[in-house]
């Protein structure tokens, strides 16, 4: 038998993951049309601020995102104001840290499928009297499917694995906020090994499991 605390650390971790990659699609394929589709001064900076989540350490994602959303950040002060609620050290600051690390993987992979889209194909749907918003859900979207599909399961695993960040914002609270990564710390800082272990073979299983089954999807959908 799976030890409690185990098993609130496997389901919170995927509720969170469930929850940042919903949050992640819904965001990062307009953000990744609009940079794919429209030409404009700033569109690479944009781009980079976009993308910088992938390069820095999660610690100093977390951090800013301590001072954005913290009680006493930019936004996170005004919303405690008003409704006397803080996102720091709840599940939700465990999502939104996991949606701002892993939503680069959704603009960057699904920003190259619908640029490799046919231009011919494009312009054919504009000349057949579609709008741009038929053009896009019909010929663009359907025809980057693979590349939109590859970047909500990489955003979904790295969602499932994200530590750094998280442990900022959310905080190591023993059946509140411990996802899988943070319970692994926990175990291996305390010299618990063989849960640790289990752990991180369970992790690396799923991880493994969830990235073959979406290989195989995709692989069917052409």
Do not use: C
Not at 64 to 88: A, P, S
Not at 144 to 167: D, H, Q
Request: no cysteine.
């Amino acid at each position: 038998m799976l030890e409690s605390s185990v098993l609130f650390s496997l389901r919170l971790s995927f509720q969170v993951a469930v929850v940042a990659t919903f949050l992640i699609i819904v965001t990062g394929i307009p953000v990744a049309y609009f940079l794919a589709q429209r030409n404009f001064k700033g569109k690479e900076l944009l781009d980079m601020i976009f993308t910088l989540p992938l390069v820095l350490p999660p610690t100093v994602t977390g951090y800013y995102l301590i001072v954005i959303f913290g009680r006493n950040g930019f936004i996170g002060k005004t919303i405690y104001n008003l409704t006397g609620w803080t996102i720091m050290f709840t599940w939700h600051a465990a999502v939104l840290a996991s949606f701002v690390i892993a939503l680069p993987f959704m603009i960057k992979t699904s920003r190259a499928a619908i640029e490799s889209v046919d231009k011919n194909l494009i312009n054919a749907s504009y000349t057949l009297g579609h709008s741009e918003f038929e053009t896009a859900v019909r010929v663009i979207l359907p025809l980057a499917r693979k590349g939109i599909m590859a970047g909500a399961v990489l955003s979904f695993a790295r969602a499932l694995g994200e530590f750094g960040a998280t442990l900022m914002m959310a905080g190591n609270i023993p059946g509140k906020t411990n996802t899988m990564p943070i319970a692994i710390y926990s175990f291996a800082s305390s010299g618990e090994w063989s849960q640790a272990n289990y752990l991180v073979i369970l992790l690396t299983f799923m991880s493994g499991i969830f990235l073959y089954l979406a290989n195989r999807y995709s692989k069917r959908t052409f």
